[in-house]
Nanobody, 123 residues
Framework: QVQLVESGGGLVQTGGSLRLSCAAAGRTFRGYAMGWFRQAPGKARDIVAAISWIRGTTYYADSVRGRFTISRDDAKNTVFLQMNSLKPEDTAVYSC????????????????WGQGTQVTVSS
């Protein structure tokens, strides 16, 4: 069982930056692809970014490409999401998740989820 705990959310002004962290407990997430997802009120949950286990291959949603960066530190069992140039439409609950392969993570088939952290971008 992998337990994922997100941190780093908060309130930021338009154009600001936040860095989200997702720490794994219970067991290592080595071997898992990791992803960040977000859900705004009244909307479906969408993938934001994903990173593979071996090569560190990354995927970004069109809406965040060039502004967000996903990375992982397997020695610390932590995955990060650096968010720059934030916009009000980035406001959502951000959750990290782990899946068996990069492809399944990108498609939204995940094995483990964190509880999420709120990101609010004020205009």
């Amino acid at each position: 069982q992998v337990q994922l705990v997100e941190s780093g959310g908060g309130l930021v002004q338009t154009g600001g930056s936040l860095r989200l962290s997702c720490a794994a407990a219970g067991r290592t997430f080595r071997g898992y692809a990791m992803g960040w997802f977000r859900q705004a009120p009244g909307k479906a949950r969408d993938i934001v970014a994903a990173i593979s286990w071996i090569r560190g291959t990354t995927y970004y949603a069109d809406s965040v490409r060039g502004r967000f960066t996903i990375s992982r530190d397997d020695a610390k069992n932590t995955v990060f999401l650096q968010m720059n140039s934030l916009k009000p439409e980035d406001t959502a609950v951000y959750s990290c998740a782990a899946g068996g392969s990069f492809g399944t993570v990108v498609r939204g088939t995940l094995d483990y989820w964190g509880q999420g952290t709120q990101v609010t971008v004020s205009s």
